[in-house]
């Protein structure tokens, strides 16, 4: 195919076939290959709340919502409207502070826990952990990190050093140097890391998501905040997924009553509309790395606080108070865990059912855990049969978590009617019983997968 330049009409009216085409040809050829292998080329054109229609009028429900990051769903007319509003204001003037921005930061302050003062602004997760990581150092005049064995915080060269999934890292060696990784979860072994000195922070989850929504130990986010303190070390904690409300607190940190130095943020924070990352810290951690007029713009970005981004986090933020999104998490959600638990109890291909709030996982049995040989060849991929009934059977948007192929994650918008939940039980209800073994459910799944 050859390119050639578009109009805004021309891309609007782009059909199925073509945009497939196009990023085959301009894009990631690969990754368009893996989703036909699952017949998952659809093309969808119209998206609210939970729905999501495809180019024929299928309505679908969106259980990833973009691995949790919409909270209020997709498209909220209060968001896209504010976003509309600050369209015309000057953007990126870059000598004069941002309207937007400044209101933004101080909505942070006001809903985050402790002494977090004082807001950063990027455009993505990872450029918030880039910030975070500088800030630590710039701080403390320390270089050792420290992060968890399977944590997951960004791509880009430094958020990786962090991250702790090996796959993602392996072909990008050397990363930064001085880093640890300490296993989640496990208080003692990030004592004795600490304990070998010059720790500038700590970096956690507070639950860990793309590894498979992991809870750690109760009193584990506790430990931490006295390890840190102890040792001299930042605790900073990667809010990512965990913040506005997904796990029936505003922050997750907040289940434990622990204000970290450094909070994370990103995802639900841009509406699903716009990209925006943030950290927010204390004034006094600020103070230490950026307090001077030579120090102030040591880490700056173009784009950062710019007012549409801003716009759109001022409304999510003001939603989410006046709805009191974190408690509906907390009351939907527990109804959602306990469904989805007593289904655990009747279906032998799930294995555990975890998470908090609205923020939950679901771990099916493998065939390598199954002693079956004519299950010989069959993938490691129970999970990702289950999704492709689920979208080919239901209609129903599902993915397993990025770093853990094993575990579905399902994160509705908080504002998920409880007749939207059930219709997902119900399907994973039918799904289970008509496939009762990772055999049956192969055999089925390649059945849907070959259906002309
Ligand atoms: C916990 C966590 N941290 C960091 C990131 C990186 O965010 P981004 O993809 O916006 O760079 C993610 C993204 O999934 C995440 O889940």
Redesign the pocket.
């Known amino acids: 195919m050859e390119p050639r330049v578009y109009s805004v009409d021309e891309a609007l009216r782009a059909n199925a076939e073509e945009i497939f085409e196009l990023q085959r040809g301009f894009v990631n050829e690969k990754f368009i290959e893996l989703l036909d292998s699952y017949r998952l080329l659809r093309q969808f054109v119209k998206a609210e709340g939970l729905r999501v229609w495809d180019s024929e009028g299928r309505e679908h429900l969106d259980f990833l919502c973009s691995?949790g990051a919409l909270t209020l769903g997709h498209n909220h007319p209060v968001i896209v409207d504010a976003v509309r509003r600050a369209s015309s204001l000057p953007n990126l003037l870059q000598t004069a502070p941002g309207s937007m921005a400044a209101c933004l930061a101080s909505s942070l302050a006001a809903i985050t826990p402790g002494g977090l003062q004082r807001s950063f602004f990027a455009n993505?997760?990872?450029?918030?952990?880039e910030g975070a990581i500088k800030l630590a150092r710039a701080a403390t005049g320390r270089s050792r990190l420290i992060a968890t064995v399977e944590g997951?915080?960004?791509?880009?060269m430094g958020?990786l050093s962090m991250t702790g999934h090996e796959p993602f890292r392996t072909p990008y060696y050397p990363l930064l140097p001085d880093v640890d990784h300490v296993p989640f979860g496990d208080a003692d072994a990030l004592e004795a890391c600490l304990r070998r000195g010059n720790a500038a922070a700590f970096l956690v989850?507070p639950i860990q998501?793309?590894a498979g929504i992991i809870v750690p130990p109760e009193g584990y986010l506790r430990d931490v905040r006295e390890l840190c303190d102890r040792h001299g070390a930042l605790m900073m904690l990667?809010e990512?997924?965990t913040g506005f409300g997904r796990t029936g607190r505003m922050f997750a940190c907040e289940h434990e009553d622990v204000v970290p130095d450094v909070m994370?943020l990103?995802?639900a924070l841009g509406g699903g509309l716009y990209?925006i990352?943030a950290y927010i810290t204390t004034d006094e951690v600020w103070r230490r790395a950026y307090g001077s007029t030579e120090k102030c713009l040591l880490h700056t970005s173009t784009f950062g606080g710019n007012s549409l981004a801003c716009a759109a986090g001022i409304a999510v933020i003001q939603l989410t108070v006046e709805q009191n999104l974190p408690s509906r998490a907390q009351e939907i959600g527990a109804y959602f865990f306990s469904r989805l638990r007593d289904l655990a109890e009747r279906h032998q291909l799930i294995k555990a059912v975890r998470g908090r709030g609205m923020m939950i996982g679901v771990d099916f049995t493998q065939a390598s855990e199954v002693k079956d040989r004519l299950l010989a060849g069959v993938p490691n991929q129970t999970a990702s049969m289950i999704c492709v009934h689920l979208l080919h059977e239901y209609d129903i948007i599902s993915l397993y978590t990025?770093a853990n192929s094993r575990v579905i994650r399902f994160s509705p918008p908080l504002v998920a009617e409880r007749e939207d939940l059930d219709r997902l039980v119900h399907a994973l209800d039918e799904i289970l019983t008509r496939n009762d073994s990772v055999l049956k459910l192969a055999s089925s799944t390649r059945r849907l997968l070959t259906k002309k």
């Open positions: 691995y993505s997760g990872s450029e918030a952990v997951f915080h960004g791509k880009s958020a989850e998501g793309p990667d990512i997924q994370c990103s995802k990209p990352g990025f």
